[in-house]
């Protein structure tokens, strides 16, 4: 059978592609590999650690094991969005094949969870490998694998389900202790890990799904017309301090990079109260903005992107009219929608209006006040839902600013979470206090390095336990793929 002649020649090809293959220049790993976690733990001494010990309840169990479905759900629509002939490409140059992705998802869990926390005999070490790590490496420098070193798809699925049904059987014998912040790979804890990790990818996975072409996809919902955009109100914000991070003593999981709280004093700013649109981006394309090299660092100036392109990576133009590239395919360009773009290309039009992108500590004090008083989310306490914004996977492509006014905050700044990230001018860095997860030791410390920025809110991709305030989120600037946008700042005094 044709079939099974394929899964033979692909078999061999990954037994080569798992071994360590000389590189001209090793693509950044997301990881550092296996956990460092092994024998007993050094923090016995902490009340965390003392209960950790304690098996998890079957609340908890029930709990991440429903999310855990749920997660999957998510991801396995995706991939059910694309023919089987579509997993073999490569939609962004910089990131893996889509099968990749289908292996990592799995691997992911079952490595960290299965093999690594409960020390269960893995089945299939070279796919452990293979699917354990994604990439990111910087332009020009991507990956160049050939479809034929990855294993077929009946092989991945085959790999998927076996380490799906050594989880599913851990949980329903409730094997995982109790500890759910900063957990240990056999911690309840560590399975919401690997829940947010499956959630982003849930993201991720819709920015190369999104670049494919429209006939690769299922068909699906073209955004209509958008009513034209509120007026853009400049909101002063006085001198005081913003809360970032996240307390130790929330038991409930959060990433390494989200620890530990700690107040920043802010000096009087203003800031935009709605994300530049596509129609204000549009002027400063018309005005010359690409080819103004007072605009842009150095980097981007040279970057492919700023050369080779001179507008929004969502953007096309067509008969001389601009479109906008959806995710089911192209429609005419809504003016009101935020505009999706790269940092650099953020950076710019602000620096083009005299102004700046709020810094991580300014997005803090905007969205959520002073610490005397902080929000839980730019409207309040109110658990997040379709009323206040644009995400938890309400759809694939942005809606009008300011269409959800129950998000604003109190001083009228609309869509500070959902309807894409908002770029900071942070670059991504340890907070005080920063200690790497022993689950995953790798996940932010390997990107503390000057070339991420932070964002912070969310996209209509974005679950919505990832919009708690303490989430941060990174790329690189030049990276022109993520569904961000921005707005304006401008100091004061
Ligand atoms: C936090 C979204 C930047 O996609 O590179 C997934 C998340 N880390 N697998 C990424 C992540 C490892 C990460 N971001
Ligand atoms: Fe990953």
Same mark, same amino acid.
């Given at each position: 059978?044709?079939?099974?002649?394929?899964?033979?020649?692909?078999?061999?090809? $990954?037994?080569?592609?798992?071994?360590?293959?000389?590189?001209?220049?090793?693509?950044?790993?997301?990881?550092?590999?296996?956990?460092?976690?092994?024998?007993?733990?050094?923090?016995? =001494?902490?009340?965390?650690?003392?209960?950790?010990?304690?098996? +998890?309840?079957?609340?908890?169990?029930?709990?991440?094991?429903?999310?855990?479905?749920?997660?999957? @759900?998510?991801?396995?629509? /995706?991939?059910?969005? $694309?023919?089987?002939?579509?997993?073999?490409?490569?939609?962004?140059?910089?990131?893996?094949?889509? $099968?990749?992705?289908?292996?990592?998802?799995?691997?992911?869990?079952? *490595?960290? /969870?299965?093999?690594?926390?409960?020390?269960? !005999?893995?089945?299939?070490?070279?796919?452990?490998?293979?699917?354990?790590?994604?990439?990111?490496?910087?332009?020009?420098?991507?990956? !160049?694998?050939?479809?034929?070193?990855?294993?077929?798809?009946?092989?991945?699925?085959?790999?998927?389900?076996?380490?799906? @049904?050594?989880?599913?059987?851990?949980?329903?014998?409730?094997?995982?202790?109790?500890?759910?912040?900063?957990?240990?790979?056999?911690?309840?804890?560590?399975?919401?890990?690997?829940?947010?990790?499956?959630?982003?990818?849930?993201?991720?996975?819709?920015?190369?799904?999104?670049?494919?072409?429209?006939?690769?996809?299922?068909?699906?919902?073209?955004?209509?017309?958008?009513?034209?955009?509120?007026?853009?109100? =400049?909101?002063?914000?006085?001198?005081?301090?913003?809360?970032?991070?996240?307390?130790?003593?929330?038991?409930?999981?959060?990433? %390494? *990079?989200?620890?530990?709280?700690?107040?920043?004093?802010?000096?009087?700013?203003?800031?935009?109260?709605? *994300?530049? #649109?596509?129609?204000?981006?549009?002027?400063?394309?018309?005005?010359?903005?690409?080819?103004?090299?007072?605009?842009?660092?150095?980097?981007?100036?040279?970057?492919?992107?700023?050369?080779?392109?001179?507008?929004?990576?969502?953007?096309? !133009?067509?008969?001389?009219?601009?479109?906008?590239?959806?995710?089911?395919?192209?429609?005419?360009?809504? %003016?009101?929608?935020?505009?999706?773009?790269?940092?650099?290309?953020?950076?710019?039009?602000?620096?083009?209006?005299?102004?700046?992108?709020?810094?991580?500590?300014?997005?803090?004090? @905007?969205?959520?006040?002073?610490?005397?008083?902080?929000?839980?989310?730019?409207?309040?306490?109110? #658990?997040? #839902?379709?009323?206040?914004?644009?995400?938890?996977? =309400?759809?694939?492509?942005?809606?009008?600013?300011?269409?959800?006014?129950?998000?604003?905050?109190?001083?009228?700044?609309?869509?500070?979470?959902? *309807?894409?990230?908002?770029?900071?001018?942070?670059?991504?860095?340890?907070?005080?206090?920063? #200690?790497?997860?022993?689950?995953?030791?790798?996940?932010? +410390?390997?990107?503390?390095?000057?070339?991420?920025?932070?964002? !912070?809110?969310?996209?209509?991709?974005?679950?919505?336990?990832?919009?708690?305030?303490?989430?941060?989120?990174?790329?690189?600037? /030049?990276?022109?793929?993520?569904?961000?946008?921005?707005?304006?700042?401008?100091?004061?005094?």
């Amino acid at each position: 059978m044709a079939f099974a002649r394929a899964d033979a020649r692909r078999r061999r090809s $990954v037994v080569k592609a798992a071994r360590p293959t000389p590189r001209p220049k090793t693509p950044r790993r997301n990881s550092r590999g296996r956990s460092a976690l092994a024998g007993p733990r050094s923090t016995e =001494s902490t009340p965390q650690a003392r209960n950790g010990r304690v098996a +998890a309840s079957r609340a908890v169990h029930e709990r991440i094991g429903q999310q855990l479905r749920e997660a999957r @759900a998510g991801t396995d629509a /995706l991939f059910a969005l $694309v023919g089987d002939d579509w997993l073999y490409e490569r939609p962004i140059p910089e990131r893996h094949r889509l $099968v990749f992705y289908l292996g990592h998802l799995e691997a992911f869990d079952w *490595n960290l /969870l299965c093999r690594d926390g409960l020390g269960l !005999k893995p089945f299939d070490p070279e796919l452990d490998r293979l699917f354990a790590f994604g990439i990111d490496p910087s332009e020009g420098a991507g990956p !160049k694998d050939s479809a034929a070193d990855w294993p077929a798809l009946a092989i991945v699925r085959r790999y998927g389900e076996r380490a799906r @049904a050594a989880l599913d059987d851990a949980l329903a014998r409730g094997a995982f202790s109790g500890r759910l912040s900063e957990p240990a790979p056999d911690d309840a804890g560590a399975v919401d890990l690997a829940i947010e990790h499956r959630l982003m990818h849930a993201e991720t996975l819709a920015y190369l799904l999104h670049q494919l072409p429209g006939h690769a996809k299922a068909p699906g919902p073209l955004p209509a017309p958008p009513p034209p955009a509120p007026p853009r109100r =400049s909101v002063e914000v006085a001198a005081g301090r913003a809360r970032l991070g996240r307390e130790r003593s929330d038991d409930s999981f959060a990433w %390494d *990079n989200e620890y530990a709280a700690h107040d920043v004093h802010v000096p009087a700013f203003a800031i935009d109260s709605r *994300n530049v #649109t596509n129609g204000e981006y549009l002027r400063f394309v018309e005005a010359g903005g690409y080819a103004d090299s007072s605009l842009w660092s150095p980097e981007a100036w040279r970057s492919r992107q700023v050369a080779a392109t001179v507008h929004p990576w969502y953007w096309v !133009k067509r008969d001389g009219g601009w479109r906008y590239k959806a995710m089911f395919g192209e429609v005419p360009l809504g %003016d009101s929608w935020p505009v999706y773009v790269s940092h650099a290309e953020a950076k710019a039009y602000a620096r083009w209006r005299g102004l700046a992108l709020p810094t991580e500590a300014q997005y803090h004090r @905007a969205a959520f006040g002073a610490p005397g008083a902080p929000r839980s989310y730019p409207w309040g306490e109110a #658990t997040p #839902t379709s009323r206040h914004g644009v995400f938890g996977f =309400s759809g694939f492509d942005p809606e009008a600013v300011g269409s959800h006014p129950e998000g604003d905050t109190p001083e009228g700044v609309s869509d500070l979470v959902g *309807n894409g990230w908002e770029w900071t001018a942070s670059p991504f860095e340890p907070f005080p206090g920063f #200690t790497p997860l022993a689950a995953y030791p790798g996940y932010s +410390a390997d990107f503390f390095d000057g070339a991420h920025f932070v964002l !912070k809110g969310g996209s209509p991709r974005t679950a919505i336990r990832l919009l708690r305030r303490s989430f941060r989120n990174w790329f690189q600037p /030049l990276y022109p793929y993520t569904y961000a946008t921005f707005r304006c700042v401008e100091a004061r005094g």
